[in-house]
């Protein structure tokens, strides 16, 4: 009977209760429908204008003084979350044929809606399914009377948004609702909380139990827990070269705060490194690769697996040989100059006399991309030279190269007289501060942070980072972006320049810029 005197064994029993703990939480999740729900709740009914009630004294904000069709105006701010157990997709929500893009309706009794603004999104990416200004195929808020029609925002657990809705009209003793209807779930006002059910009070009773039984089994248990927001393994960034500074020191700075977790950074350009996640995914065969793949602009090559992650706004900036006395150039000149037009620099008021060497980007890359796609307009001629400094054939009459990475594109730059080429801002600067190059304005306007977010400047687009699938929530890759998108990923970012759309002060920015693609 030894073999039963081992299994009743305090540790054997812990590590047997924590088996029936795991297997109850797995099959309730996945046996037990009913698991999806939206919750909603309203933090905010107040009158801003009561000059319709009765009474000697009213009270109205003076910028409504001169809009008598908003007197009786109130303020609703409504919140609206996913506080089920799954997540949930735009499949999810059962629509009619007809409202096919609706997902959610909200309500507001004997009221009339004047406008909405979705406001504190838990990811700037629901902004994304909820634009400001709508499209026949994405119609985003739609008010009607005393409605607004959401579209159908795929949540996952415990995402949320605010809508702050400006309202006429008397109301009623009814609050605001909303309706509509999910696959497996339900919809449920949650200001109140309900008692749990027997099978939650179960669960939580034998993790009681297991809790109690932890100093019988020490040996199952950490002696010092991961920190909050950690986790354990390896994981490799791929990607933009332009971007590899910013993920270089947010893996370093996620490495130092979190052990147990490895983060390697092998950047290769943003068309490279999306397909090596997407090769990534497909060797994993249903299971999550751990690598995360950073893009200059949009690269998902409809691929439906690809997840798509707003980070940044990045800025570029087109930059010249130190002896290119050129300070500005328009749209114009440029075009020319990439298109083979201009071949010598003396073609151009107080340019040298110079052969233009034009160092490009090879064709994998983001940085190249949002160079044609935002200079440009059009793509850049071939490549004729292998040095950049000569043509590879007599004939050839224009000299360009194509190089690897932002880093060579600059020391190239800073090494071969006539040359011109485009890389990140902030790498940019780093290098103009050697002297050996300098940055050029585009129509007057500087390279800046600034000018991007007053939308004055062509040169930036909105960096993204790819998952192969949702990352599970656990995950090294789901922690590290949330880390990203904290306070140090944040302060990170904007040291090399970039616009985190984590900040509030850029999420406008950053909402237009996904609107305008």
Known sequence: ????????????????????????????????????????????????DDS?????????????????????????????????????????YITAPA???????????????????????SHPDLLRHLPQYGTPENPGLVCAGNEISLPRVPLNKGDHFKLLVLLTGAGTDKPPHVGGRIKEGRIRNNEKFRR???????????????????????????????????????????????????????????????????????????????KTLIDAGEAAKGGFPAYLAFSDGPDGDGNPQLKEHLVALSVFSVVVNKDIRVSDLSLEDLRGLYSGRITNWNQLPDGPDL????????????TRGVFENRVLGGNEISRTSDNCRTPKFTRDHVIRCELDSTGEVLKTVASTPGAIGYAELHSAEESARKGALHLVALE?????????????YSFWEPEYAYTYTAPPPNSLTSKFL??????????????????????????RACQLAVGGR
């Open 482 to 507: 949330d880390y990203l998108a904290g306070d140090t990923g944040r302060n990170l970012v904007e040291k090399h320049g970039h616009l985190p759309c984590s900040a509030a002060e850029n999420q």
């Open 52 to 92: 319709t009630q009765d009474g000697p004294v009213h009270q109205r904000l003076r910028m409504l003084e001169n809009t008598p069709d908003l007197a009786g105006a109130s303020l609703v701010l409504l919140r609206i979350e996913n506080d089920g157990f799954r997540s949930l997709d735009a499949d999810d």
């Open 444 to 456: 007057g306007r500087e390279p800046s942070v600034d000018a991007v977010r007053e939308r004055t």
């Open 99 to 121: 409202t096919n893009h609706r997902g959610l309706t909200a309500t507001f009794p004997n009221r009339i809606v004047r406008d909405v603004a979705v406001t504190e999104p």
């Open 196 to 274: 749990p059910s027997n099978r939650v009070l179960g669960l939580i009773g034998s993790l009681l139990a297991l809790l109690i039984l932890q100093p019988f089994g020490t040996q199952l248990l950490r002696d010092d827990p991961l920190p909050r927001g950690c986790a354990e393994g390896n994981l490799t960034i791929v990607g933009s070269t332009a971007f590899k500074p910013v993920t270089q020191d947010v893996g370093a700075a996620y490495q130092s705060d979190c052990r147990g977790a490895e983060v390697t950074v092998e950047a290769q350009g943003s068309g490279r490194g999306t």
């Open 355 to 366: 052969p233009v060497r034009l160092v490009s980007r090879d064709a994998k890359s983001g």
């Open 1 to 48: 009977m030894k073999w039963l005197e081992q299994l009743t064994a305090p540790e054997n029993l812990l590590a047997l209760l924590g088996v029936i703990v795991t297997l109850g939480g797995l099959s309730y999740e996945r046996l037990i429908p009913g698991r999806k729900r939206i919750g909603y709740r309203v933090q905010m009914d107040t009158l801003i």
